[in-house]
T-cell receptor, first 113, second 112 residues
Framework: DVKVTQSSRYLVKRTGEKVFLECVQDMDHENMFWYRQDPGLGLRLIYF???????EKGDIPEGYSVSREKKERFSLILESASTNQTSMYLC????????????FGPGTRLTVL | GQNIDQPTEMTATEGAIVQINCTYQ??????LFWYQQHAGEAPTFLSY????GLEEKGRFSSFLSRSKGYSYLLLKELQMKDSASYLC?????????????FGKGTRLSVIA
């Protein structure tokens, strides 16, 4: 079974703090994704990575950066957290980028005060 | 641009049948996925259709018509545990690396 894990289920941070969200997958997938999910807006893609050290912007990359130093690990970084980044963050991985099943982690509910 | 439409909310009775529709207008098509997401949890994969027709998997079935840009998820013998959001996602066929495009999801409430 594919397993995608995220470093925290719940996180509370202050405005202006630097925040790291980590995601690890154990299926040797090439591709990893970061989404945020907000009521009424659905899943929105922040960044994805199709290989180690490679990254592509998604639909809403502003205010975020990512890091992929190892194949199994994909980190999302909020350089200076703001209250409008309070959200549920979901990581996913897949074998192919396009038209392939994505497997999701349990999510991190981030609150920025 | 890519557009996927699903109803926002639906309510159905325990034991009944419910159909959740998804229409899409995308540049290229390479399959349609359905995911189930319980409140506070991650989406989990339900089904994948790339050819026209009905795919049945237990109580759940998924249908695709590529010419109409239309899919539906059919849930039979509804149970309370089927209360969840159902996400439709489309895979695109193009030359670049384009991830799945997700709809906003349909929240299904199953009532007694």
């Amino acid at each position: 079974d594919v397993k995608v894990t995220q470093s925290s289920r719940y996180l509370v941070k202050r405005t202006g703090e630097k925040v790291f969200l980590e995601c690890v997958q154990d299926m040797d997938h090439e591709n990893m994704f970061w989404y945020r999910q907000d009521p009424g807006l659905g899943l929105r893609l922040i960044y994805f990575s199709y290989d180690v050290k490679m990254k592509e912007k998604g639909d809403i990359p502003e205010g975020y950066s990512v890091s992929r130093e190892k194949k199994e690990r994909f980190s999302l970084i909020l350089e200076s957290a703001s209250t409008n980044q309070t959200s549920m963050y979901l990581c996913a991985s897949s074998f192919l980028v396009a038209a392939d099943t994505q497997y999701f982690g349990p999510g991190t509910r981030l609150t920025v005060l | 641009g890519q557009n996927i439409d699903q109803p926002t909310e639906m309510t159905a009775t325990e034991g009944a049948i419910v159909q959740i529709n998804c229409t899409y207008q995308t540049s290229g098509f390479n399959g349609l996925f359905w995911y189930q997401q319980h409140a506070g949890e991650a989406p989990t994969f339900l089904s994948y259709n790339v050819l026209d027709g009905l795919e049945e998997k237990g109580r759940f079935s998924s249908f695709l018509s590529r010419s109409k840009g239309y899919s539906y998820l059919l849930l039979k013998e509804l149970q309370m545990k089927d209360s969840a959001s159902y996400l439709c996602a489309v895979g695109l066929r193009n030359s670049g690396n384009t991830p799945l495009v997700f709809g906003k999801g349909t929240r299904l409430s199953v009532i007694a």
